[in-house]
């Protein structure tokens, strides 16, 4: 098995630079009219900079007669090499890539990040499904009306489930696969798919409330401040205050969720495996046999860090994708 210990992406001095300049260009935009309001109150510069680049696209889907303005940031130049497609993990958006996102795009990538159908910013006052086959039909047809070309998809979380089952069913779709403290031996939503309505939406209600959200920062993350901790809290729950995201959640709850431990030997493409050596909601073990279950991949684990690498070692993410990504065109070429 091969496992590398990540170092940072750029020089000190440059990585600094390039977040400052990010930073000051932040308070020069505006955000899109369709965020909550209470963007406005976040003080992160990375979150507010990104926020202001995302965009809703039309997207057609077999399960509604209306199209899904659907949120997502695109990239602002297209690239000679395959893009790299960003998803988010569980209940969460596209903000969750708001340190990585522009280090892969100042390192030349075409980047992409995507609001998986039912969380992030998408509208979807007028939706009813957000079950399994939903969340891959509407990605498809985002991928085939927008982006177009084989990816390198990155699934962070439960977004690893979402890469999983994507890249078994449109294989023609994901050149490599990129998956992060993965959640992909999950039995679904288990139990909560057998609740009655009312109790899975005091579920879900419960699921938005600050003083949850704040716990799991602190249980995602290591040596966070308590002002940065209520912070990124204000950001994970943006998505949760759209009145349709508690229907989309129960929807997507009592429809069972990923079940994909049976599709992990069918993943053809190679693979990138990142680990934080200290997460504490699932276990690097899992990494681990995650590795020796896919017949192609390599696993590499990021020390001194959580469940959420991207947000939490951004250097380090960014350039274990970028290495992987041109090791790969190497060996194609």
Aim: aromatic content about 10%; glycine content about 6%.
């Amino acid at each position: 098995m091969l496992i590398l210990t990540a170092c940072p992406l750029f020089p000190k001095c440059k990585t600094q630079t390039q977040r400052r300049r990010f930073a000051i260009q932040a308070a020069d935009n505006k955000f899109p009219s369709f965020l909550p309001k209470e963007m406005e109150q976040i003080k992160d510069p990375f979150a507010r900079k990104l926020a202001t680049r995302i965009e809703r696209l039309p997207i057609n889907v077999n399960f509604s007669e209306n199209s899904i303005m659907s949120s997502c940031v695109k990239p602002l130049v297209q690239s000679k090499q395959n893009p790299v497609v960003l998803l988010h993990g569980f209940d969460s958006s596209c903000l969750e890539w708001r340190y990585t996102f522009p280090l892969l795009e100042e390192a030349g990538l075409e980047t992409w990040a995507v609001d998986i159908l039912g969380w992030g910013f998408s509208n979807l006052e007028r939706l009813g499904s957000c079950d399994v086959e939903s969340k891959r039909e509407h990605f498809y047809q985002l991928w085939k009306s927008y982006i177009k070309r084989p990816m390198t998809l990155v699934g962070p979380s439960l977004g690893a489930a979402v890469a999983v089952d994507f890249a078994v069913n449109h294989p023609e779709a994901v050149e490599n696969l990129v998956l992060i403290d993965a959640s992909v031996y999950a039995e679904g939503t288990g139990n909560l798919a057998k609740l009655p309505k009312a109790a899975a939406y005091a579920g879900v209600s419960l699921l938005k409330s600050f003083p949850l959200r704040l716990y799991t920062i602190f249980l995602a993350f290591k040596g966070v401040s308590f002002s940065t901790s209520l912070d990124w809290t204000n950001i994970g729950r943006l998505h949760c205050l759209y009145p349709w995201w508690e229907d989309a959640t129960v929807n997507f709850m009592i429809s069972g969720g990923y079940n994909i431990s049976g599709q992990i030997d069918q993943v053809k493409q190679k693979t990138l495996i990142i680990w934080g050596e200290d997460d504490q909601i699932i276990s690097n073990k899992l990494g681990v046999r995650l590795h020796c279950e896919l017949p192609n991949a390599i696993i590499c684990q990021i020390p001194d860090c959580g469940h959420l690498p991207h947000v939490e070692k951004p250097d380090s993410v960014a350039r274990l994708i970028l290495e992987f990504m041109q090791d790969y065109c190497q060996k194609k070429a």
